[in-house]
Nanobody
């Protein structure tokens, strides 16, 4: 089992920055991958950024060059630094972790945090 606790969302003007945090309940060395999805009203949930245990990183094309995912292994925390925010980035952001539960790879979710970018 992995519990994920998110923080850092809020309201920001276009062009501004926010940093999201996601603290895991166990060592991220034991987690296969972590990252962030987002879901805007009326849209499907989409992958924003992900980092694997081998430090491979992927970003959605829409956020490349603006968002940065990173980890603090000592704090079992993954961060999403979001710069040059646009109104189109407005969504609920969900942290996730892919981790083994016994022999089965399972996806765990945080509670979600609202990011609102005003124009």
């Amino acid at each position: 089992q992995v519990q994920l606790v998110e923080s850092g969302g809020g309201l920001v003007q276009a062009g501004g920055s926010l940093r999201l945090s996601c603290a895991a309940s166990r060592s991220i060395f034991s987690i296969n991958a972590m990252g962030w999805y987002r879901q805007a009203p009326g849209k499907q949930r989409e992958l924003v950024a992900a980092i694997t245990s081998g430090s491979n990183i992927n970003y959605a094309n829409s956020v490349k060059g603006r968002f940065t995912i990173s980890t603090d292994n000592a704090k079992n925390t993954v961060y999403l630094r979001m710069n040059s925010l646009e109104p189109e980035d407005t969504a609920v952001y969900y942290c996730y972790a892919d981790a083994l539960n016994g022999l089965r790879l399972q996806k765990y979710w945080g509670q979600g945090t609202q990011v609102t970018v005003s124009s």
